[in-house]
């Protein structure tokens, strides 16, 4: 065999990683598969009950509750999953760096590609579950969802990229990363439209670029959706290439702390 | 072929001192079919500069340029993953390595050559210690290098596995090289053609021919050690004295 080139070796390690993660994902984590669907689930279910508790009839204009919620909730798991799952990518893998061919960022894109496909197929599902209990859950604009998907998909990978390497460097930061979860989730607009905030804290909540991943995805999916004022897709793709650009850095430049035990 | 240019490595301890190079200004070119020998005493930097030819650490300073496949030291078992089982682990390492059309291949190899039956489908962590070196042993053979590297890689097993697993090598080092550390030095004599020598703290010394360098390294290791049995013999009498 001669020497393979570069692109061959990275091509090879991708998808032997894939295969891996695969095996270990269908094997290994049986409850796993079971909350990828029973947390949305779960979250659709007690939201409704709520409402209805409440008796809140007042509807988020130009699009149905419960669809509104299964897109914003798969939407901030796909980037979530991405940074969470991405933590823990190069702890785990930390063996496979014996072998000179496997760098701590294969890992890392490996499993984001994987959650990115599951999660993917997580909505797919939901949205089959609306539709056969009689609501109106299928997208309007069906490439417009597409190209918003994949840019929340890429924003997951650009923060997890940055954000494997600090808890790396800084492990105490990992818990503060883990805890700050479900106040984002919150202050996403992920259960409770931002709408009705005070423009004095929209003007803060703002800053977080899921938010604008969220609302555009959502004006997307829903016609004749009211977007939250302020959203931009300008911003939403600075935020992507910077924190794809940052992590990727981070990875050339800590690559041997990385491998480090 | 691979280039070793101006290789510096050393170590750090705990408290972030600076220490001695291990390896200091290491140069070589080791040409296609050539294998060499590093010999030299414990902790002259032979495991490490093993190491850094197969890409498992990094040089402090200079370069390794791998212009062929080089191979992971033989025998170690550090990448499996235990809880997936041997065909797994190297269905991993085979696709990994560019055998992904020819895994049925490299899966039969292994069957036969590492004897280890139907553990081959239970997990890596449920073998004995001898499974695993024959397991491990097996893998580095399993996949064509143009440059196996072996630190002490001696098969575990009995006598027949033992036998059969050097025939298998010498079958491989028709068409590739090593690159060698061995307490053995028999075996240095048989398989290797050139020789570095690594002293502490000193230049390395290149050699055309293993036996020269084997030569050289016994005749400073005789004096050495007659320095040290001086040395001792000294203390003795000025202990006796006090």
Known sequence: MSVRSPWQVTWSVWHALFMR????????????????????????????????????????????????????LTGFFLVRNAI???????????????????????????????????????????????????????????????????????????CALVVSVVVRLVPDLERLVKMSMFPLLILSGVILPLQRFPPSILEYLLYNPIVHGLELLRSQYFEGYHMLAGVSLDYLWRWILVSLALGLALHARFERRLKAK | MIEVKHLYKRYHNQTRQSVDWLLKDVNFTLQKGVSLALIGRNGAGKSTLMRLIGGEDHPDRGEVIRRCRVSWPIGVA???????????????????????????????????????????????????????????????????????????????????????????????????????????????????????????????????????????????VKRGSKGAAKQASQQTSARQAA
Request: charged letters at 20%; one cysteine or more.
């Open chain 2, 78 to 220: 550090g990448g499996f993953q235990g809880s997936m089982t041997g065909r797994q682990n190297l269905k991993f390492l085979a696709r990994v390595h560019g055998y992904t059309d020819r895994i049925k291949e490299v899966i039969d190899f292994m069957q036969d050559f590492s004897e280890i039956g139907k553990a081959f489908d239970e997990p890596i962590k449920t073998y004995s210690s001898g499974m695993r070196s024959r397991f491990a042993f097996g893998v580095s053979l399993a996949f064509e290098f143009d440059v196996y590297l072996s630190d002490e890689a001696t098969a575990t097993g009995d006598a027949a596995f033992k036998a059969k697993a050097k025939q298998v090598f010498h079958e491989r080092l028709g068409k590739a090289s090593v690159i060698m550390v061995s307490h053995e030095e028999q075996i240095l004599r048989d398989l290797c053609q050139a020789a570095l020598w690594l002293r502490k703290g000193e230049a390395p010394v290149w050699f055309d021919d293993v036996n020269e360098g084997l030569d050289a390294y016994n005749e400073s």
């Open chain 1, 21 to 72: 993660e695969v095996l270990a994902r269908t094997t290994g984590d049986r409850m796993g598969w079971f909350w990828l669907l029973g947390e949305p689930i779960a979250f659709i279910a007690f939201m409704v009950s709520l409402r209805t508790f409440l008796g809140r009839t007042r509807e988020i204009i130009g699009a149905e509750f419960v669809p509104w919620l299964i897109v914003g």
């Open chain 1, 84 to 158: 969470q799952r991405g933590m823990s990518a190069i702890q785990a893998n930390q063996a496979l760096f014996a072998y000179r061919q496997i760098k701590p960022v294969d890992p890392l894109l490996v499993r984001n590609a994987m959650e990115g496909l599951l999660q993917t197929i997580v909505l797919l599902i939901l949205v089959g579950l609306a539709v056969l209990n009689g609501i109106d859950a299928l997208p309007d604009a069906v490439p417009g969802v597409f190209v918003l998907w994949l840019s929340l998909w890429l924003l997951g990978l650009g």
